[in-house]
């Protein structure tokens, strides 16, 4: 990985880190192109367990890409007025899990939503893997309707135009639920996941929710070279151990959206170190929420900027 500069200040209780790297496929390592505006990913570090990004294309249009849990509605309101939303083009459900869903209401009640974009698994889910998070999911697209955003289903081989030069594609899940011998409906849900594959000009963005290990072994041996990405959020919040996917992404960057410690989990799983593990081999820089804050990529489509803001509760000098 070539690194062009690397900067840290602290001001107050503010720390930021900004990196400039240069993307794959041998493109050269200098400034974006001021004139033109880039197309932004945001991370958001969310104070609970979850997921919540905000997507900013070159246009201006904005696009939340799971919302957290209801507990993090503010988290995720105050980066959206802090990057001035007024309205949101489209609201993705990754799948039906509450902390990727349940700050959908709240997201709602206070933007206008153009669209809503979900994957026809909870529609389709077999009756006795059905849970009150599928009730859930299909009451939010009711809610959708009610506020007047259309409701778009999308499934592996479909396609959507985010903007000029903005092409997504969706990687997974299959038209019909993927499942596994004896499914259990935590697993499934996984395994069902939306996986988007976003890119701008020559950069790649690969965005795959709570992808399972299983399902990820299909796209691995069916689809290995559209995984290739230059940035890729770490599947599951970093509780999840597929070492071919992540080769087959050869990513420079994987971001983990989670939280510090999971003292309740059976193996006290620390999923930041899971992530490292599984992708710093590879060469990729692990960026982990709760250790380096909400992270934000830009790329002008040639180049790609990572900048990392962690917010510090300094204690006062001892005497």
């Known amino acids: 990985m070539r690194i062009q500069r690397s900067t840290l ?11 400039s790297l240069g993307l794959l496929l041998g493109l050269t390592v200098r400034g974006a192109d001021r004139d033109q505006k880039p197309l ?16 900013e294309t070159p ?23 802090e990057h001035h939303v007024d309205q949101i083009a489209g609201v993705v459900i990754s799948h039906p899990h509450g902390d990727h869903q349940g700050g959908v209401p709240a997201v709602f009640e206070r933007w206008p939503v153009k669209e809503l974009i979900v994957s026809p698994f909870v529609r389709k889910v077999p009756e006795k893997l059905k849970t ?7 009451g939010l697209q009711k809610l959708a309707e009610q506020k007047g955003a259309r409701v778009t289903e999308v499934w592996r081989g479909s396609r959507l135009e985010w903007g000029a030069d903005v092409h997504v594609e969706v990687l997974w899940p299959p038209e019909e639920p993927f499942l596994t ?17 976003v890119q701008y000009k020559a950069a790649v963005f690969l965005l795959p929710g709570d992808l399972g290990n299983e399902a990820a072994a299909v796209l691995v041996r069916e689809s290995p070279a559209k995984l290739k990405a230059h940035v890729v959020i770490v599947p599951h919040h970093g509780f999840f151990g597929n070492a071919d996917f992540a080769k087959a992404v050869q990513a420079q960057v994987a971001i983990a959206s989670c939280i510090v410690d999971y003292p309740d989990h059976p193996t006290r799983n620390v999923p930041g170190i899971h992530a490292v593990d599984l992708f710093a081999p590879m060469g990729t820089g692990v ?8 992270v934000i990529v830009s790329t002008d489509g040639k180049h790609l900027s990572v900048e990392a803001r962690k917010n510090l509760e300094l204690a006062p000098l001892s005497n």
């Not at 932004?40 to 997507?55: D, F, P, S």
């Not at 904005?62 to 007025?81: E, F, K, P, S, W």
């Not at 009150?132 to 299909?138: A, K, M, N, P, R």
């Open 9 to 19: 200040f602290v001001q107050k209780a503010s720390v930021a880190l900004a990196i």
């Open 40 to 55: 932004t990913l945001i991370v958001i570090e969310l104070k609970q367990h979850g997921l919540a990004m905000l997507l």
């Open 59 to 81: 246009e201006g249009r904005h696009y939340l890409i799971d919302t957290g849990g209801g507990g993090d509605r503010d988290t995720v309101a105050a980066c959206l007025t």
């Open 132 to 138: 009150s998070e599928t009730e859930f999911s299909l």
């Open 181 to 197: 011998p004896n499914p259990q409906p935590h697993g499934t849900y996984n395994n069902n996941s939306l996986v988007l594959r």
């Open 287 to 294: 960026y982990v929420t709760p250790w380096h804050g909400t």
